[in-house]
T-cell receptor, first 115, second 114 residues
């Protein structure tokens, strides 16, 4: 497709369950970012990949959160033992390279609700 | 730490009115500054940017000037249209734009009425 695709668009899960959120970036984009947006807030950085490797994971809130990008394209954000405070919109974005004039292209996000 | 503060919304204007959305920042070093926009039902997209002091970013009739002395990056448009209705986010890159690791403000909803 032409843009960044995120699936599912909505996910409702029970507290304590495991969830996976998928991001399919724009073809050819080497950099991929995950952000989290809570209600009434701006997006907050979680992690970014340059190729297959996590170049900066300093925004992951704790060790329940993990992300992979095994082939340098699709990425999966994994959340273990979900908590109600994890409820938010999870945004994925890609750029042609890591920065320096290469703008971010965002997906529409996955709205996660933990009950 | 670094942060971005932008005016709270919603901002409601009539078509052809002048728009200002205030944004100030706190940062060490020399950040790059951005405005992103989210139209209804769409993902965030870059509206404009500035990478150094006194730079002016512009796009689609919107402008913002990087003011280091006042640590501001206010968004302006001389005549808004209904199609400009969206949420606008001010953001900074701590590493001067080396990456797209950004700090965002809370967003300002703009509603333009015909």
């Amino acid at each position: 497709g032409a843009g960044v695709s995120q699936t599912p668009s909505n996910k409702v899960t029970e507290k304590g369950k495991y969830v996976e959120l998928r991001c399919d970036p724009i073809s050819g984009h080497t950099a991929l970012y995950w952000y989290r947006q809570s209600l009434g807030q701006g997006p907050e950085f979680l992690i970014y990949f340059q190729g297959t490797g996590a170049a900066d994971d300093s925004g992951l809130p704790n060790d329940r959160f993990f992300a992979v990008r095994p082939e340098g394209s699709v990425s999966t954000l994994k959340i273990q033992r979900t908590e109600r405070g994890d409820s938010a919109v999870y945004l994925c974005a890609s750029s042609f390279d890591s920065g320096r004039g290469s703008p971010l292209h965002f997906g529409n996000g996955t709205r996660l609700t933990v009950t | 730490g670094n942060s971005v503060t932008q005016m709270e919304g919603p901002v409601t204007l009539s078509e052809e009115a002048f728009l200002t959305i205030n944004c100030t920042y706190t940062a060490t070093g020399y950040p790059s500054l951005f405005w992103y926009v989210q139209y209804p039902g769409e993902g965030l997209q870059l509206l404009l940017k500035a990478t150094k002091a006194d730079d002016k970013g512009s796009n689609k009739g919107f402008e913002a000037t990087y003011r280091k002395e006042t640590t501001s990056f206010h968004l302006e448009k001389g005549s808004v249209q209904v199609s400009d209705s969206a949420v606008y986010f001010c953001a900074l890159s701590e590493d001067g734009g080396a990456t797209n690791k950004l700090i965002f403000g809370t967003g300002t909803l703009l509603a333009v009425q015909p």
